[in-house]
């Protein structure tokens, strides 16, 4: 079975600061890929990053950055430099077998 | 690059009436889309899988009747919630990815549907 699991429902930061979102997973698959997407208050869902599991290097996209331990099937989001845009839903995924499995979400509150 | 257009973005009904959303991907073909149904302060429910010229994949307790889905080009899938009741009443979210392993889902704005 396919499970992801976020354990953090809300989290807070001041602004300008660090934080780092958890998501652990579940699959018996050694290829398969990882997700984080954002949902702010409008709805739409953005893709914030992708990692390959095949790539043990971090993948990186401008403020965001993972922390992708395959050992341990954890796949942490590290944002810095929060600002308030970045206020919004935060879901991880996790894509095999042409399905996407998303975890049950982060809400993320940047305070100024 | 890889934008999906969802329509409409709100739309109120009457119970019994049917109601129909469409999906479609303005800047690449997709062979498979995904319905999604969010509750409020929840996560992404998959209702179903859009297959391009076959038959959808429903998820265990979608009702295949309720929600019927046409995926009739590689651009375009519909979503006809028919004989709409209040319980129906959600957000429903579309997405499509271009059909290359890995390739991310790219998803539609949504759609406010309430039935009264």
């Known amino acids: 079975a396919q499970t992801v699991t976020q354990s953090q429902p809300e989290m807070s930061v001041q602004e300008a600061e660090t934080v780092t979102l958890s998501c652990t997973y579940d699959?018996?698959?050694?290829?398969?890929?990882l997700f984080w997407y954002k949902q702010p208050p409008s709805r739409q869902m953005i893709l914030v990053i992708r990692?390959?599991?095949?790539?043990?290097q971090n993948a990186t996209e401008n403020r965001f950055s993972v922390n992708f331990q395959k050992a341990a099937k954890s796949f942490s989001l590290k944002i810095s430099d929060s600002q308030l845009g970045d206020t919004a839903m935060y879901f991880c995924?996790?894509?095999?077998?042409?399905?996407?499995?998303f975890g049950s979400g982060t809400k993320l509150n940047v305070k100024p | 690059g890889a934008v999906v257009s969802q329509h409409p973005s709100r739309v109120i009904c009457k119970s019994g009436t049917s109601v129909k959303i469409e999906c479609r991907s303005l800047?690449?073909?997709?062979?498979?889309m995904f319905w999604y149904r969010q509750f409020p302060k929840q996560s992404l429910m998959l209702m179903a899988t859009?297959?391009?010229?076959?038959?959808?994949?429903?998820e265990q307790g979608v009702e295949k009747d309720k929600f019927l889905i046409n995926h009739a080009s590689l651009t375009l899938s519909t979503l006809t919630v028919t004989s709409a009741h209040p319980e129906d009443s959600s957000f429903y979210i579309c997405?499509?990815?271009?059909?290359?392993?890995?390739?991310?889902?790219?998803f539609g704005n949504g759609t406010r549907l309430t039935v009264t």
């Open positions: 997405s499509a990815r271009v059909d290359s392993f890995g390739s991310p889902l790219h």
């Open positions: 990692q390959e599991a095949y790539k043990q």
């Open positions: 859009s297959n391009e010229g076959s038959k959808a994949t429903y």
């Open positions: 699959t018996s698959e050694n290829n398969y890929y």
């Open positions: 995924a996790l894509y095999n077998f042409n399905k996407f499995y």
């Open positions: 800047d690449f073909q997709a062979t498979t």
